[in-house]
């Protein structure tokens, strides 16, 4: 199940039902106190039971009921209630319209600690009198009403809840659809939500303001279920080394006592041997060390953060393996404590679990670092006005505007050039292909190393959020590079022309491609080397990434064919092959080969002139 949609009602900042988009990687970006972190508590709230308290009422009114919804999608084909009788969702008219599980639950905080008074699908679901119940019913009382409406029953098994309801509902005229909330708190509204509750995803939420040690629950529950585990594995050694031990300790303490009653009957009488047997798991303890043996907990706040933060991801993802579901993890802050650069690998890290389809990623950030690096459709801007709190997609220029307000993006000292491109993998292109030329090539610049070194920024300009970065730098002073795919072959324009333009108009320094995109610059014997039965030729606009996908998976023994593959696994193998093309291919690239399949050098000239850039003057502001 995947959360795609979060709605509050009187909680904090909230004041009148906010619906909060959700997507796979969701940025959330506002100021202080504007309603970020309320969106994760309430979430955790919802997931994990975390404590509701009268305060969480929002103070511009006098409720005391608050209500925190979610909307998901990906919904399991079937729950098997009644008696192991599998049903649906949708059979049973739990979802709403557009074919989305919503489920809203309800507290009263009327008193110091709130608690949840009701729980419920908001739903298309029947209305008509007689219809409109059926899930609150025992199987007696469905019988009975089966009966007063005439039903046939002849081919229904009336053991079964489930097909007693569709029974009724199949031979009812007009069910009278209808937006209703339906009750999960009775009769097999409360087997559904028992079912649904064990599909939900882990929810797993880390805080800014955390403590962070290696010895924080975190940290130690991976590692104690790691030590639980091998026990575990070796349960029968260890209960023969138990039994060893035992009947040895019981020779040694029955020869005591028999030396004891020589002395004393009396004495001897009143002793009875026992051995006690400690956990196997009580024997170990666990920290982490790193160089020179220094203790985590002694190393910097930035390393202590970074360490338990990825403690933390293994015991989610631990959690979500027995549970058999996705996790959505909720990061505050990410960029606390961290240097730019970790914060960036952060962010990579998240993006590709998202790509992976392993989670869905929460996160909160006051810097443009991260906001930058990800596509303009996950940012959500969450603002406060006239005492509440609001949540705008940046899908507009205002909201752009706003965002680059909100973020304040001020210029660095160090920095001497911003270098847009499309997307993270092509920051990963040029980061490599550059440090192989520049090892060979005094005039080509090591982007990677300008990037370490602070005087480089790439911006990940996204499909969507090209209109982002038109005017987004402009003002700091700084040169400003802007690389995009042609996409396009000629004697059509290159597809984001109108950026381009745009840009250069600005006095910046925007190009296209010549070939298709960045991949189009392999040459096709790295490929082959990499993935044997490439079919590509080097042609300027064939589709590199899906011919290397194809290949790899054709090369895998007992695959289906490529043609019959769904048109979304196709897209997850081309993603994975993306990030492959631009990791282990581009390093196989050398100076030799680029400048075969690069006829007029225009890789080079690019590089050149970020190269100029990055050594010239900073200019004044």
Not at 104 to 124: I, Q
Not at 158 to 184: C, F, G, M, P, Y
Not at 269 to 288: A, C, G, R
Not at 444 to 465: H, Q, Y
Request: charged share 25%; hydrophobic share 35%.
């Amino acid at each position: 199940m995947r959360l795609v949609e979060v709605k509050l009602t009187n909680f904090r900042g909230y004041r009148t039902e906010t619906i909060i988009p959700i997507d796979p990687l969701t940025v959330l970006i506002g100021r202080n106190d504007a309603g970020k972190s309320s969106i994760l508590d309430a979430l955790d709230i919802f997931f994990n039971d975390a404590t509701i308290e009268k305060d969480d009422c929002c103070v511009h009114t006098n409720e005391t009921e608050i209500s925190i919804a979610c909307s998901f999608e990906e919904l399991p084909s079937e729950l098997v209630i009644d008696d192991q009788h599998p049903t649906s969702l949708q059979s049973e008219y739990l979802v709403r319209a557009d074919g989305r599980l919503e489920i809203v639950k309800e507290y009263n905080c009327a008193a110091g600690k709130g608690r949840l008074v009701n729980t419920f699908a908001r739903a298309r679901h029947p209305s008509a009198s007689g219809a409109n119940d059926l899930l609150s019913l025992k199987i007696g009382e469905l019988k009975s009403r089966a009966q007063q409406r005439q039903v046939d029953l002849s081919n229904t098994n009336q053991a079964i809840k489930a097909e007693l309801r569709q029974a009724i509902w199949t031979q009812t005229s007009d069910l009278a659809l209808a937006n209703r909330d339906v009750s999960l708190t009775k009769e097999s509204g409360k087997e559904v939500w028992e079912q649904i509750q064990t599909r939900f995803p882990v929810y797993a939420l880390f805080k800014s303001d955390r403590s962070s040690t290696d010895q924080d629950a975190e940290a130690q529950d991976p590692l104690k279920s790691a030590i639980k585990e091998a026990i575990r594995r070796r349960e029968t050694d260890l209960t023969g080394v138990i039994a060893d031990v035992r009947t040895e300790l019981d020779l040694v303490l029955a020869r005591t006592v028999d030396k004891i009653r020589e002395m004393s009957s009396e004495l001897a009488s009143q002793l009875h041997p026992e051995v006690k047997v400690k956990n196997w798991d009580s024997l170990f303890s666990v920290s982490l060390t790193g160089d020179s043996d220094i203790p985590i907990n002694k190393r910097g706040s930035g390393t202590r953060r970074l360490v338990l933060l990825n403690f933390f991801r293994a015991k989610a993802e631990d959690d979500s393996n027995a549970r058999g579901s996705g996790v959505i993890y909720a990061v505050e802050e990410p960029e606390t404590s961290q240097h730019p650069n970790h914060q960036i690998m952060l962010l990579d890290t998240f993006e590709d679990l998202v790509a992976q389809g392993k989670c869905q990623v929460l996160v909160t950030t006051h810097t443009p670092t991260l906001a930058r690096r990800v596509d303009r459709g996950a940012l959500r801007l969450i603002s406060m006005a006239n005492g509440a709190c609001t949540v705008e997609r940046a899908d507009s220029d205002t909201t752009l505007q706003k965002i680059k307000d909100t973020l304040g993006v001020l210029p660095d000292h160090d920095v001497r050039v911003f270098f847009g491109v499309e997307g993270k993998h092509d920051i990963n292109f040029m980061r490599r292909i550059s440090t192989t030329l520049a090892a060979s090539e005094p005039d080509i610049p090591d982007l990677a190393a300008a990037e370490t070194a602070g005087k480089l920024v790439f911006v990940s300009l996204g499909g969507s959020n090209l209109e982002l970065w038109l005017t987004t730098l402009a003002g700091l002073y700084r040169p400003e590079f802007y690389l995009t795919d042609r996409d396009q072959a000629p004697p059509s324009p290159p597809k984001y022309q109108q950026q381009i333009t745009a840009w250069n108009n600005r006095r910046c320094t925007a190009w296209s491609t010549s070939k298709r995109e960045l991949e189009n610059y392999l040459h096709p014997v790295v490929l082959t080397a990499e993935a044997p039965g490439y079919a590509g030729t080097g042609e300027p606009f064939e589709d590199v990434p899906a011919l290397f996908a194809e290949a790899v998976h054709n090369a895998a023994p007992g695959t289906t064919p490529w043609a019959t593959l769904t048109e979304e696994k196709r897209g997850e193998k081309m993603s994975h092959a993306k990030k492959r093309l631009s990791s282990t291919c581009v390093e196989r690239m050398t100076a030799a080969l680029l400048t075969e399949v690069d006829l007029t050098d225009e890789f080079r000239g690019w590089l050149r002139a970020i190269g100029q850039a990055l050594n010239a003057p900073v200019q004044g502001r």
